[in-house]
């Protein structure tokens, strides 16, 4: 059955945290960045040559450095749920601006890659493993934008005292989605960057 | 039916339903010259029977999309239309210019009628379904302006609800894309991208929020669901709808001369374009078991419910079948295309606004619901040509499959007319699914005009 | 607040969704734009090649035959018709039809003149050259 949480009114036991439909909507997003990974490890089985190559030119210190960015403004958020969980909003609030901050950070880093990127020339059409390391990396980029917009409205509303120990949904949804953002990272950075 | 100007939907429908007979008749002439080469030459040429074919599935679906939104506008916004008189003479503006172009396709060789409407000045003639001359070309964008100010300003002064916004944007967005069928470049690939801004981003984009919301409107009215959930459903499905289709326009931006990062993101994306149209045979059938009145037109339920079927299947999975780059290499162009739009088309789009044409039209009659006799008729005609059309997509499978084999994969391979001669058993069958197919449209019609005992409407 | 996923998260999602999408399209057309020049050859699009297409249109070849597999599966693919039969054979073609053999499919007279027939060719000639990532599978098209 799809999409249960539309119809789903109360939380029962043992359902994951925050709402159901950011659950839809991550196991969509990871069905869709799944779909690409599959289709870079079959495109990759094809041109290893290629792959190997160009893969030795990528910035691998910038890509490690955004990995532990990501896997630290996870723990933030962790914290913030924690934080909701006793009933202190700001605290909670600080955590999240954390995490948004550390988004921030991978955006530079990231926004520095792509210019030495595209000033070397390298475009959509320049290999195979190009495209994928562009639309992969640009699509990803996307999400932790996306992340922090999420994460901003649940600050906001943190900040105005809008949860409590009982009612904090907004807080885990939130979290959610920025884990999941993490993890396509966390799979991706040794996907493209690493493996060969 | 609760507003006075809803009434101008009746004559949009029969028009609709007229010029379906007109496509089928046409089909049926073609599928002949597919076994029978000579057949009607030179009076009718192919080319000119499946002009008149396509062109006039896109009018009469056309006509069902303008009649449907003419219909449901009122009754989401609750208040009458902003302006009847102006959509009944867009009706027969419409009616007379699109009748006029099938005469002129019919009559005039096409060259003789590019001549005579200018297309020298301004060529966009000549490409697949965009056939039409420029005039009528003019004439669609001031109809389909006519039309989206009356709606629009309609949905101004009343209530707003999502039914009736995503509505309104399909219609915006069907407008707008439309206009790429006057950009027609010297380059062909340039004319070949952009030609699929309005084919594809039409009938797998905004379309389909015109779809959505009309079988939304429909199960809201049949079941009795609670609207809030309905609308939420529709809000999802269209997302999906969207969020797949519009990447996927890259499954056409394979072969012809498009950068070959295309063969990725089109399969990619279009793999995921069956999730949108499962969700809505998923909706249909979840409102319909869910529902709080047993509402007597059973006939628009069983087309509510079978639109969420054929949609899926035809849409979904024979698209499926053949959108992988790799699969597409060696189908594209062949008759797997052609079965994969057969099914689609009536699966989508024929069905949802025979859907709503079997809610609206005995409501504009006066009645909740058809007698039970005309119903039984109806739905009889419901299952000739659902069944009908699945043979046929069947049957054009089995060709494709063969022609693939035969002039692409196959170490020796036979030439076009070679492989053509060797799939006529199959050409053979898919008419006579055809015929069975006509007959299901003769029922159809008939069932219109059965009597019996009815209750009033509410 | 409600603890269930609300229609206009719904409506978000429809709203962002499709945005985002649609952008992602205009980015990948422009990013297109840039490289077509290389695949479709268009310093070769002469007065002949222009002229060409417009003939084709106007005779609304693609009612019957597929060109680069778009078009009707009634007729041969044409997008590589002058690799395969060469450009004095389609105008010799074109100039003999109807063959008005019982029973087969009809290609009705166009009566184009030569001039057009240079031009036809010449369209389907550069058309012939466009990179088409190695389709049609093999020259019967």
């Known amino acids: 059955m799809p999409t249960p949480s539309i119809t789903l009114h109360n939380h029962k036991p043992g359902a994951p945290p925050g709402d159901l439909v950011i659950w839809l909507f991550i196991f969509a997003e990871l069905l869709a960045f799944g779909i690409f990974f599959g289709a870079y490890a079959f495109s990759r089985s094809h041109h290893v040559e290629l792959y190997n190559q160009s893969q030795l030119l990528l910035n691998r210190e910038s890509g490690a450095i955004n990995a532990l960015v990501l896997i630290t403004s996870s723990y933030f958020v962790v914290r913030a749920v924690a934080a909701i969980k006793q009933g202190f909003s700001r605290e909670c609030a600080n955590w999240i601006a954390g995490a948004i901050g550390l988004g921030g950070v991978f955006i530079v880093i990231k926004l520095l890659e792509f210019n030495a990127k595209f000033s070397a020339g390298i475009s959509l059409s320049t290999n195979t493993f190009y495209m994928f390391y562009l639309s992969l990396t640009v699509f990803h980029f996307m999400h932790v934008i996306l992340g922090m917009v999420i994460l901003t409205a649940v600050m906001l509303k943190a900040r105005r005292g809008g949860y409590t120990p009982e009612d904090h949904t907004g807080v885990e949804t939130g979290a959610s989605y920025w884990h999941m953002v993490d993890l396509v990272w966390i799979i991706l950075f040794p996907l493209v960057y690493v493996i060969r | ?458 | 607040m409600s603890q269930t996923f609300t229609k206009s998260m719904a409506r978000n999602i429809f709203f962002g969704g499709s945005a985002f999408f649609f952008l992602l399209l205009v980015a990948l057309t422009f990013d297109t734009m840039q490289v077509l020049p290389k695949r479709d050859h268009r310093e070769n699009i002469t007065p002949a090649v222009e002229r060409g297409k417009m003939v084709w249109e106007k005779n609304d070849c693609i009612g019957c035959h597929t060109l680069l597999g778009e078009g009707a599966y009634f007729a041969p693919e044409l997008g590589n018709v002058y690799k395969r039969r060469g450009g004095e054979f389609v105008k010799s073609w074109i100039k003999s039809m109807p063959t008005k053999v019982p029973g087969r499919r009809q290609m009705p007279q166009f009566n184009l003149t030569d001039q057009e027939l240079d031009d036809m060719v010449a369209f389907l000639k550069w058309t012939g050259e466009i990179n088409t990532s190695k389709w049609p599978p093999n020259i019967e098209g």
């Open chain 2, 1 to 458: 039916m609760q507003y006075q100007s809803q009434k101008v939907a009746m004559p949009y429908f029969i028009a609709a339903i007229g010029l379906f007979t007109g496509q089928i008749l046409f089909g049926l002439i073609m599928g002949l010259q597919y076994v029978m080469g000579d057949f009607l030459f030179p009076a009718i040429p192919f080319n000119v029977a499946r002009m008149v074919h396509t062109n006039l599935l896109i009018v009469w679906l056309l006509f069902g999309f303008m009649g449907a939104a003419y219909y449901m506008i009122p009754e989401e916004t609750e208040s009458e239309l902003f302006s009847p008189k102006l959509a009944l003479l867009m009706f027969w503006i419409f009616l007379v210019a699109g009748a006029l172009t099938i005469v002129g396709y019919l009559l005039v060789p096409y060259a003789g009628l590019a001549q005579m409407t200018f297309n020298d000045l301004w060529p966009t003639m000549g490409r697949e379904f965009l056939e039409q001359p420029l005039p009528t070309k003019l004439g669609i964008v001031v109809v389909a302006l006519a039309f989206l100010f009356n709606i629009s300003m309609t949905i101004l002064k009343g209530r707003k609800t999502s039914i009736a916004l995503v509505l309104l944007m399909g219609l915006w967005g069907l407008a707008v894309f439309f206009l790429f069928s006057f950009y027609n470049p010297s380059n062909l690939v340039l004319d070949k991208y952009f030609w699929w801004w309005t084919v594809h981003l039409w009938v797998e984009g905004v379309w389909e929020l015109i779809l959505g919301s009309l079988l939304a409107f429909v199960l809201i009215k049949v079941t009795g669901v609670d609207r809030e959930i309905i609308e939420k459903w529709l809000y999802i499905i269209v997302a999906m709808t969207l969020i797949t289709g519009i990447i996927g326009t890259g499954h056409h931006y394979y072969w012809i001369g498009t950068p070959e990062y295309w063969q990725w993101f089109g399969s990619v994306f279009s793999a995921l374009e069956p999730i949108p149209f499962f969700m809505m045979t998923v909706f249909a059938f979840n409102m319909v078991n869910r529902r709080r009145r047993e509402h007597p037109n059973k006939a628009a339920t069983l087309w509510a419910l079978g639109t969420g079927v054929m949609a899926f299947l035809g849409a979904g999975v024979w698209g499926f079948l053949h959108t992988l780059a790799p699969v597409n290499f060696y189908t594209h162009g062949t008759q797997i295309t052609a079965a994969h739009g057969h099914m689609a088309f009536y699966g989508a789009y024929v069905m949802v606004v025979l859907t709503i044409i079997s809610y609206a039209m005995p409501m504009m009659r006066g009645r909740a619901a058809n007698s039970e006799k005309a119903q039984v008729m109806e739905m009889w005609a419901f299952w000739l040509m659902t069944v009908s059309i699945v043979f046929i997509t069947l049957f054009l499978t089995a060709a494709g499959i063969l022609q693939v084999w035969l002039q692409r994969v196959s170490e020796t391979p036979l030439g076009f007319m070679a492989t053509q001669d060797q799939v006529t058993l199959f050409y053979w069958l898919r008419e006579i699914s055809g015929v069975i197919f006509l007959i299901g449209l003769i029922v159809y019609i008939a069932s219109f005009f059965v009597e019996g005992e009815t209750k009033e409407a509410a």
